[in-house]
């Protein structure tokens, strides 16, 4: 599929339908086409932090009893200096993220790049996945109204850090500024966004290609108690990762103890390059885009997957998914069975010959 030139009165035109119908929502008078700059201004560091809340205190040292010397707010992007260990007393997790201004306590912080792309001119082939390569972007709604509950309860709609997309249109407006029309091919409620194409990276085919392929004794082992994953070739180990699971079965009738994950042996039956999850009800739910290298194991929707919401692997923090960081979600979707093709970039599996998941609970 081939890009055309936009004018700048079209895309004026279509922001303006963006606004007709939903105008009372805040997010839809933030951005227009032809008007929005090309990426954000973020800090100029090779690595960075994304804060995950508003209200977050920067501590004087790496300690939650020393001096506030400042406030952040939800999305604010900070230099990451180093991770140290420091003392919160009562919590399981004790890191602090060094910044240039002080200390913050690290599960608040997302760990992110800036790292903008040469937008490509046209598609290759029908589409292409991409991952957000920026700390977050800014998004206009190409399809109104709003589908998606997420959309319901966000001010801003963006895409952060490591989300993955699939993109089906590219287009240029009349300032040479080069938009991707992106979506998602699996889960989708069927909301398509225009956004800068420099906030993306286009996935390799490679990217997807398996790793040990050779080996067919592959276990992972999920330790809901220590928030461990392992990954065993035979008996020997090749990879490590610390996780977040679902509260453990012993705590099901404590608040939010209906989510555990669910122990025993599984069976992997599905695998996808990024869906949209979804799950829950009203106050208790969940409404996620672009969740990255998910590795369904549960005939109840369990998956080992990336996150981008928190940073507090080894504590239960899901809804009885296993939360991984981007990086380690990706690696045991390659080496898991089946491989999965990258066009479609799904795969669904039943029989043998599908790596066992083993939950257990010490």
């Not at 922001?15 to 951005?31: C, E, K, T, V």
């Not at 461990?228 to 070739?233: D, H, I, K, S």
């Not at 042996?265 to 990024?274: E, F, G, N």
């Amino acid at each position: 599929m081939q890009h055309r030139d936009f004018t700048r009165r079209e895309f004026l035109k279509l922001a303006a339908l963006s606004l007709g119908g939903l105008a009372l929502r805040p997010w839809y008078r933030r951005l227009a086409f032809g008007t929005a700059s090309a990426l954000p201004d973020f800090p100029q560091a090779e690595r960075l932090g994304r804060v995950l809340s508003g209200g977050i205190d920067l501590k004087a040292r790496p300690d939650d009893e020393s001096p506030t010397v400042g406030t952040l707010s939800e999305d604010q992007v900070v230099v990451w200096q180093r991770e140290v260990v420091g003392s919160r007393p009562l919590w399981y997790d004790q890191r602090f993220v060094e910044t240039p201004d002080g200390f913050i306590y690290a599960p608040n912080v997302q760990k992110v790049r800036n790292l903008p792309n040469q937008p490509l001119q046209s598609l290759p082939g029908e589409g292409m996945w991409v991952e957000v390569t920026v700390p977050y972007i800014d998004l206009v709604l190409a399809n109104p109204p709003a589908r998606s509950p997420w959309l319901d309860y966000t001010s801003t709609p963006r895409l952060y850090y490591s989300q993955i997309m699939w993109v089906d249109q590219i287009k240029t407006d009349e300032q040479g500024q080069v938009w991707y029309r992106a979506g998602e091919k699996y889960g989708s409620y069927g909301d398509f966004f225009w956004a800068p194409g420099e906030a993306f990276r286009p996935l390799a085919a490679e990217e997807t290609d398996p790793i040990s392929p050779e080996a067919s004794d592959k276990l992972v082992v999920v330790n809901v108690t220590y928030q461990t994953l392992a990954c065993f070739e035979g008996q020997s180990e090749v990879y490590f990762c610390r996780v977040s699971t679902g509260p453990k079965l012993a705590d099901k009738d404590k608040p939010g103890g209906k989510w555990a994950t669910p122990l025993g042996k599984h069976s992997i039956w599905r695998k996808m390059v990024s869906v949209h999850m979804t799950g829950g009800t009203t106050g208790g739910g969940y409404d996620l885009p672009g969740i990255g290298w998910t590795t369904l194991f549960s005939g109840q929707g369990m998956a080992i997957h990336s996150t981008f919401w928190h940073n507090n692997y080894g504590v239960p923090r899901s809804h009885g998914c296993v939360n991984a960081e981007p990086d380690d979600a990706k690696w045991i979707f390659r080496w898991t069975l089946p491989s999965v093709p990258f066009d479609p970039g799904d795969i669904q599996f039943s029989g043998q010959g599908s790596t066992k998941v083993l939950v257990v609970e010490d």
